[in-house]
């Protein structure tokens, strides 16, 4: 897929950036069905090219994001060599820079967002709230809300099993699996729909 193709998924004004991070690399440009556990993500194949795929259901302002995301990934290991990890300080760098020069691309009310996350950039798109707020990216015509607004004792369905928050620790929720009495811990931003 030619970056011009890419022009249907992406805000107006990528191009330029694009334009200079593709260079000379040849990558192979991927556009998935949504997918539940990734946004997107990137491999070096064998005969040493690249292949990035994307959801296709990311509005542009994250697929651009999420294409930035994955190729930071290239171009660190391209410049300091595969031996790095895949979300060290050598990615953090690239990626912080790729999001800084490209900051005009986003929505007024998301570039103190993405400045603020280019700080010290996350390796899952999750772990950042303010985005995840921001794009609220699961449908939210289902009626759930982030589990980080129920209170202990609150009963809750996740993935069509009931559970009941009990407690916060740390930064999560420890909430039990009614059916199997099993404890399971939560993510702050998880979404759930309440038991009324």
């Known amino acids: 897929m030619s970056i011009q193709s890419l ?9 330029p950036y ?3 991070w593709f260079s000379n690399h040849y990558i192979h440009i991927k556009i998935t069905k949504n997918r539940e556990s990734k946004l997107g993500d990137y491999r070096k194949l064998r005969d040493n090219s690249h292949e990035i795929s994307l959801n296709s259901t990311l509005p ?5 994001f999420v294409l930035t995301h994955e190729l930071a990934h290239l171009l660190a290991f391209e410049k300091y060599g595969r031996k ?8 953090k760098h690239t990626f912080r820079n790729m999001l800084l020069e490209s900051i005009e691309v986003y929505e007024d009310n998301l ?3 993405i400045i603020n996350f280019s700080r010290s950039p996350k390796a899952n798109f999750m772990a950042s709230p303010d985005l995840v707020k921001y794009f609220e990216i699961r ?3 289902d009626g759930s809300e982030y589990i980080h607004a129920l209170k202990n004792g609150d009963q809750f369905i996740y993935r069509n ?6 407690s916060l620790i740390k930064k999560n929720y ?9 404890k399971y811990s939560f993510k702050p931003l998880a979404r759930v729909i309440k038991c009324s």
């Open 161 to 166: 099993e009931k559970y009941v928050l009990q």
């Open 111 to 113: 570039k103190p967002i």
């Open 84 to 91: 790095i990890a895949p979300h060290g300080a050598e990615w």
């Open 174 to 182: 420890l909430c039990m699996h009614l059916a199997s009495g099993r």
């Open 139 to 141: 449908n939210q015509d």
């Open 18 to 20: 694009l334009k200079n």
């Open 60 to 64: 542009p302002q994250l697929f651009f």
């Open 7 to 15: 022009q249907n998924y992406l805000p107006e004004n990528t191009f």
